[in-house]
């Protein structure tokens, strides 16, 4: 067994280890039962330290990968219960009005509970903080700036940060104009004066299914119809259900995620995103693409954002940094292409600016390389934490439990066995102080009420190990 890591690279040589491991398995180079290398012998194969190769050995371990024998060894294992993914949803006939608001909000109070072991919110950076690098620029900041680092900020937003964010839109292949870009309140805003730009009370918005429930929520109280477009569990929106909606229906705007989507962590393929826009703008239908989730990929590229593909101007760009850097500072963006001037006349009367402090932390963050940097560790975390939760799983659910397997993100989806109530287990976690999401609030047509929603973007530690035991158990007595 011999590889060479990459003492270069920016990913832990653990991690590298790991890797090459798993990547012997799937290549049929090692088998189920093979004995793995002693610590000793592989550090010295690789050229890495013996504490390096005992760190990634229990990682495999944890994970179900691999078995530590007495007086043997390490062996590698058979996963005994592989785990089905979810079947594709059938195309919904009409659209329908939301109403999705109240138990929307029963969900929230649950999931705000610090009682709770909180496998219900999608936070991805509760798994791996920058909290202390951000609390260091923005003191920074402050001593620099003083009293103006607390003024307005003008109104679409501080323009050294949308430099910066013009910048890596550059990296992309993309050329935008920094003026082009409207720093917003967090992504909802964004999809909000997009959803305003675009549409009115009473018209259809064509939406991911299943959807994450915040949209939902918007198209709600913006008094709009919802018409359900099938997801698939690997590359996103099914095509041909997309084509066959737009003939049927008089779509005014689509509201999709282009590259990793909530709740099922699929990855739109790039030739699938430029064909999906070109169906759109030929139909003169604008698509507000959700980006939230577009730096959280396990892939090997990023996919890129679907404005790459526009000819017309049609596709209106939505991101933030609530997912991958601060939560609470809620800064997002909106690029909203030929709608520029009608989205800033919106977020005005909406909001007038946002935090002035925020976004110059940020955009400092981003200037001193350390948001790249700090990416890089958050996904390996995420990642890590995703193959520890499908082993738990895999290990201890009913073997006929569906689990996605999401290329980035933080959240898992997965269909209870038996068609069993979701709404009930729900209820059943919150006595034992778990917080899920069940599926149905993921679709408005009361779709997927055998399904939930759990994170894996938190810290992992025996609570969550217990937690799934739990769940498990509750399904089987449902």
């Known amino acids: 067994m011999s590889q060479v890591l990459n003492k270069e690279s920016e990913k832990y040589l653990y991690q590298q280890v790991i890797d090459m491991i798993k990547k012997m398995q799937k290549s049929d180079v090692l088998r189920v039962g093979d004995k793995l290398p002693s610590l000793r012998k592989l550090s010295q194969q690789l050229n890495v330290s013996i504490p390096t190769v ?58 705000n509970n610090p009682k709770m072991v909180p496998l219900g919110i999608s936070a991805p950076t509760a798994a791996y903080s920058a909290e202390k690098a951000l609390a260091r ?40 104009d920094q003026s082009e870009i409207i720093v917003t309140n967090g992504a909802q805003e964004a999809i909000a004066i997009a959803l305003k730009c675009v549409a009115k009370p009473g018209d259809v918005i064509a939406i991911e299914s299943p959807c994450y429930f915040g949209i939902i929520e918007l198209i709600e109280s913006l008094g709009m119809l919802a018409l359900e477009i099938p997801l698939c569990p690997v590359d996103g929106i099914w095509y041909q259900d997309l084509e066959k909606s737009i003939k049927q229906h008089n779509v005014k705007a689509c509201v999709f995620s282009t590259s990793i989507s909530n709740p099922l962590g699929s990855f739109m393929t790039e030739s699938k995103k430029k064909q999906v826009v070109e169906l759109l703008e030929s ?33 209106l760009s939505c991101s933030s940094f609530s997912k991958t850097a601060a939560p609470g500072y809620r800064i997002g963006w909106l690029l909203a292409g030929k709608f520029s001037d009608k989205a800033r006349i919106i977020k005005r009367a909406l909001s007038c600016s946002s935090s002035l402090i925020n976004q110059w932390t940020l955009a400092e963050f981003i200037m001193g390389h350390q948001y790249d940097r700090y990416l890089i560790r958050l996904r390996e975390i995420l990642k890590c934490n995703k193959d520890r939760m499908l082993a738990k799983i895999q290990a201890v659910f009913p073997k006929d439990t569906q689990v996605t397997n999401p290329q980035g993100g933080s959240v898992l989806w997965l269909k209870l066995p038996n068609n069993k109530d979701a709404k009930e287990l729900f209820y059943q976690a919150i006595e034992e102080n778990i917080s899920i999401i069940p599926g149905d609030v993921f679709s408005p047509s ?22 799934l035991e739990k769940l498990s158990s509750m399904c089987k007595i449902l």
């Open 446 to 467: 009361n779709r997927y009420k055998s399904f939930i929603r759990i994170s894996y973007g938190i810290p992992w530690n025996k609570n969550i190990e217990t937690a």
């Open 54 to 111: 005992k760190l990634a050995y229990l990682e495999l371990e944890r994970q179900d990968l691999i078995e530590a024998r007495p007086k043997s060894g390490y062996f590698l294992k058979g996963q005994a219960n592989i785990l089905a993914v979810p079947k594709r949803c059938r195309l919904t006939k009409d659209p329908i009005m939301v109403d999705r608001q109240h138990f929307i909000e029963h969900i929230f109070n649950a999931i």
């Open 137 to 176: 620029i923005m003191r920074q900041v402050l001593t620099k700036a003083g009293e103006k680092a607390v003024s307005y900020a003008p109104m679409d937003g501080y323009p050294p940060l949308k430099r910066q964010l013009a910048l890596r839109y550059f990296d992309y292949g993309l050329q935008v």
């Open 283 to 315: 139909h003169d239908i604008p698509m507000i693409e959700d980006d939230v989730y577009g730096d959280l990929y396990f892939t090997e590229k990023r996919g890129m954002p679907a404005q790459k593909y526009a000819k017309k101007g049609l596709v």
